[in-house]
């Protein structure tokens, strides 16, 4: 596609449950990455796909946290059992090479009530 | 561990000011450096970026940004703002020896008054 596709943009759940996340890279673009964005602050580094393995995880806050790429292109982030603390834009970037400028998606606001 | 500071977390102009936001970072082997903007209610999009060479490196929209590596300096500047570059602005670094994640400051949000 011309961007990064993010899907929903929106997503309320109820503390406990579990969620997905989607994202969609520009075609093409092996380089993946997932940030966390919370009120008032700068993008949070979660995790880097390099092709479909995940080459540095060093910022999934705990084991709540898992993100696959199973073919290269279309990612999945999962969220279990779920906490109030966990709100916030989830966003999704792409790029042609690693370390380079990246292209953002929309993002996902999740809300757990 | 790599850290960014932006100076300034408000900023209002009026238009044909000039803009300069600051941007520091604490990493002292070799980086890339980026800034970023964010138009209200847009997706985050690249604004310029540094790799290696010219410390002096121009952007979109006028903009340009100075790589000060005695300081760990990344400073954005525009000689004459518009109301239409009110937005949110991010600085960010890799660190070349870091790992993969590119590290964002807090950001600035600056607000052009017509």
């Known amino acids: 596609g011309a961007g990064v596709s993010q899907t929903p943009s929106n997503k309320v759940t109820e503390k406990g449950k579990y969620v997905e996340l989607r994202c969609d890279p520009i075609?093409?673009?092996?380089?993946l990455y997932w940030y966390r964005q919370s009120l008032g602050q700068g993008p949070e580094f979660l995790i880097y796909?390099?092709?479909?393995?995940?080459?540095?995880d060093s910022g999934l806050p705990n084991d709540r946290f898992f993100a696959v790429r199973p073919e290269g292109s279309v990612s999945t982030l999962k969220i279990q059992r779920t906490e109030r603390g966990d709100s916030a834009v989830y966003l999704c970037a792409s790029s042609a090479a690693d370390r380079g400028g990246y292209t953002f998606g929309s993002g996902t606001r999740l809300t757990v009530v | 561990a790599q850290s960014v500071s932006q100076h300034n977390h408000h900023v209002i102009l009026s238009e044909a000011a000039s803009l300069e936001l600051g941007c520091n970072y604490s990493?002292?082997?070799?980086?890339?450096l980026f800034w970023y903007v964010q138009y209200p209610g847009q997706h985050l999009q690249l604004l310029l970026k540094y790799f290696s060479g010219d410390p002096l490196v121009k952007g979109i929209k006028g903009f340009e940004a100075e790589f000060i590596k005695s300081k760990f300096s990344f400073n954005l500047r525009k000689p004459s703002v518009q109301w239409s570059d009110t937005a949110e602005y991010f600085c960010a670094v890799n660190a070349l020896t870091g790992g993969f994640k590119t590290i964002f400051g807090a950001g600035t949000r600056l607000f052009v008054k017509a």
């Open positions: 796909f390099q092709g479909t393995g995940a080459a540095d």
């Open positions: 990493y002292g082997g070799t980086v890339n």
């Open positions: 075609s093409g673009h092996t380089a």
